[in-house]
């Protein structure tokens, strides 16, 4: 900071170190208060990224393990994290060192999420805890019982939105921690909620979809069950075509997912004339001109998608609904592609309400993994079909850019028009206007890079992999127990991997002993 200020003062003159602080808060302190950066789950961020790429700092949490499907929260200047020890970290988003630690009686399993100098995260422990952010002091706690949280929580109209394993679904108020109304189900809630227009949508084990009214807890529509075994680790992502807004689902499959992958290969190669009974047939197709097709075959194929999955429930992950009605829209052309049996990838809803997704074709030059055949394009909700893309670096894509289903699992963010392609070992950018496919960090089969530490020798590329949050120029990046800060723009040598040591960083308050009523 004291380097900043004093180039600020070389710039333009000898100005007060109050007036420079507010000049640079919108930059410095930027926020990602909620996943994916906004409480509709979008995926798409203003901004701009490009390269070189230099990790400015990396920190890994010695003996802790952080779940998969976590992503790091800012405020203020702070990395809010928190980890399957119980403990939640705030550290200095700048350089990574640790401030302070909350200790909980229980699992974080999800990101916790920032608004109004509070940071409110679930634990397992049946507490859903709000600390200042300043220093980590609980503000308040509300207990909700035996088996507590593994979503992540939502904040809007200065309330918290949040379900339970227990099944309850709670809104609080923000600053007090007072109860406003909860709706009981017979199932536990395991997927975070989201917001649009005075209405919050979440999925809950039952597999149905549910609209409630934000101020009062009212039922507006309730889905019949989607085909899957759950919607977990994600949310509802929503989408607005022309004052209309959609809400999607993604789910894992109900077949076990070689099976899937199997059926649904075999449906589109068949379609196209290819014997798909070695891999080297697959092999010599992708690396062929045919492999790029045309908008005819295009349409032909998503023909059949759609036509399959009218008679096979079995293959369907991809669920749209009207976000006022409740009504389901079409099947979407989308077969599964996710990782390790896990829910689907989340798409990107673009601006003018058009969805980017992976999907399985046999068409585009996208395929290198395990299990080929997948693409990228943009999907109109409206005409139910998907536009190609296509990048352009040959046959294939770039070692470490792009990886295919199977235990693969990538997530996507669209900054400007960069769209980051995320994995848990590696993160790449396609820039949407010249089709230029590049990697940023990492390296496969590894954690952004880096070894496997010791104490989680079993983690592997599953469900829901490699979240981040983007701030300014800055990538900060969850992966297995670390944090990269990649900073866009830099050059040098990168950051040394430092550990944090549970036992060094100050415990700031104690929770509330674990209370659990007798059944």
């Known amino acids: 900071?004291?380097?900043?200020?004093?180039?600020?003062?070389?710039?333009?003159?000898?100005?007060?170190?109050?007036?420079?602080?507010?000049?640079?808060?919108?930059?410095?302190?930027?926020?990602?208060?909620?996943?994916?950066?906004?409480?509709?789950?979008?995926?798409?961020?203003?901004?701009?990224?490009?390269?070189?790429?230099?990790?400015?700092?990396?920190?890994?949490?010695?003996?802790?393990?952080?779940?998969?499907?976590?992503?790091?929260?800012?405020?203020?200047?702070?990395?809010?994290?928190?980890?399957?020890?119980?403990?939640?970290?705030?550290?200095?988003?700048?350089?990574?060192?640790?401030?302070?630690?909350?200790?909980?009686?229980?699992?974080?399993?999800?990101?916790?999420?920032?608004?109004?100098?509070?940071?409110?995260?679930?634990?397992?422990?049946?507490?859903?805890?709000?600390?200042?952010?300043?220093?980590?002091?609980?503000?308040?706690?509300?207990?909700?019982?035996?088996?507590?949280?593994?979503?992540?929580?939502?904040?809007?109209?200065?309330?918290?939105?949040?379900?339970?394993?227990?099944?309850?679904?709670?809104?609080?108020?923000?600053?007090?921690?007072?109860?406003?109304?909860?709706?009981?189900?017979?199932?536990?809630?395991?997927?975070?909620?989201?917001?649009?227009?005075?209405?919050?949508?979440?999925?809950?084990?039952?597999?149905?979809?549910?609209?409630?009214?934000?101020?009062?807890?009212?039922?507006?529509?309730?889905?019949?069950?989607?085909?899957?075994?759950?919607?977990?680790?994600?949310?509802?992502?929503?989408?607005?075509?022309?004052?209309?807004?959609?809400?999607?689902?993604?789910?894992?499959?109900?077949?076990?997912?070689?099976?899937?992958?199997?059926?649904?290969?075999?449906?589109?190669?068949?379609?196209?004339?290819?014997?798909?009974?070695?891999?080297?047939?697959?092999?010599?197709?992708?690396?062929?001109?045919?492999a790029m097709g045309n908008p005819e075959l295009w349409e032909k194929e998503q023909e059949l998608i759609v036509r399959y999955l009218d008679s096979h429930p079995e293959a369907r992950s991809f669920f749209i609904f009207d976000a006022e009605s409740g009504k389901q829209m079409p099947f979407p052309p989308i077969l599964w592609t996710g990782g390790c049996q896990g829910v689907g990838n989340m798409p990107v809803a673009l601006g003018n309400g058009s969805l980017l997704v992976m999907y399985r074709s046999v068409y585009g030059n996208w395929n290198l993994g395990v299990a080929p055949l997948v693409s990228l394009g943009i999907l109109d909700i409206v005409k139910n079909r998907i536009t190609s893309l296509f990048h352009t670096n040959g046959a294939q894509p770039p070692w470490n850019t792009f990886w295919g289903t199977a235990d693969e699992s990538q997530n996507f963010l669209l900054v400007g028009e960069t769209l980051l392609i995320i994995h848990q070992g590696t993160i790449s950018g396609f820039d949407l206007n010249s089709g230029n496919l590049f990697p940023i960090w990492g390296e496969r089969d590894t954690w952004g890079g880096f070894r496997n530490p010791p104490w989680a020798r079993n983690e592997w590329h599953g469900p829901a992999r490699g979240g981040v949050a983007v701030v300014g120029n800055r990538i900060y990046w969850q992966t297995e127990s670390r944090i990269i800060c990649l900073e866009a723009g830099a050059e040098g040598e990168p950051a040394k991997d430092l550990g944090i040591k549970e036992e060094s960083v100050q415990i700031t308050s104690s929770p509330p002993k674990a209370v659990f009523p007798s059944q």
């Open 1 to 290: 900071m004291e380097k900043i200020i004093i180039e600020v003062r070389r710039m333009f003159g000898n100005l007060d170190r109050a007036v420079i602080f507010l000049l640079l808060s919108g930059v410095l302190f930027a926020d990602w208060g909620t996943l994916r950066g906004s409480i509709d789950r979008r995926g798409f961020v203003k901004g701009e990224l490009r390269p070189p790429f230099r990790a400015v700092w990396v920190r890994h949490f010695e003996g802790e393990k952080i779940s998969s499907c976590v992503e790091p929260i800012i405020g203020e200047g702070k990395l809010f994290i928190g980890t399957q020890n119980g403990n939640l970290y705030a550290l200095d988003a700048q350089n990574g060192q640790p401030l302070w630690r909350f200790k909980a009686n229980g699992a974080f399993l999800h990101s916790l999420a920032f608004s109004s100098g509070l940071t409110v995260a679930g634990s397992t422990d049946g507490h859903l805890y709000a600390l200042d952010c300043k220093n980590g002091k609980t503000k308040w706690s509300f207990f909700v019982g035996r088996g507590g949280f593994s979503s992540s929580p939502l904040i809007a109209e200065n309330k918290v939105f949040i379900g339970s394993r227990n099944g309850k679904f709670i809104a609080l108020d923000l600053k007090t921690g007072r109860l406003l109304w909860s709706v009981e189900l017979p199932v536990p809630i395991r997927q975070t909620a989201s917001y649009w227009n005075g209405r919050v949508f979440f999925v809950a084990e039952d597999m149905r979809v549910r609209c409630l009214d934000a101020g009062k807890g009212k039922l507006l529509w309730e889905s019949e069950p989607l085909t899957g075994q759950t919607a977990r680790d994600y949310y509802p992502i929503i989408a607005e075509v022309n004052g209309r807004a959609f809400v999607i689902i993604r789910t894992n499959p109900v077949l076990n997912m070689a099976r899937l992958i199997a059926q649904d290969r075999h449906l589109i190669c068949e379609s196209a004339g290819i014997d798909d009974s070695d891999w080297r047939n697959l092999d010599d197709w992708i690396k062929s001109e045919k």
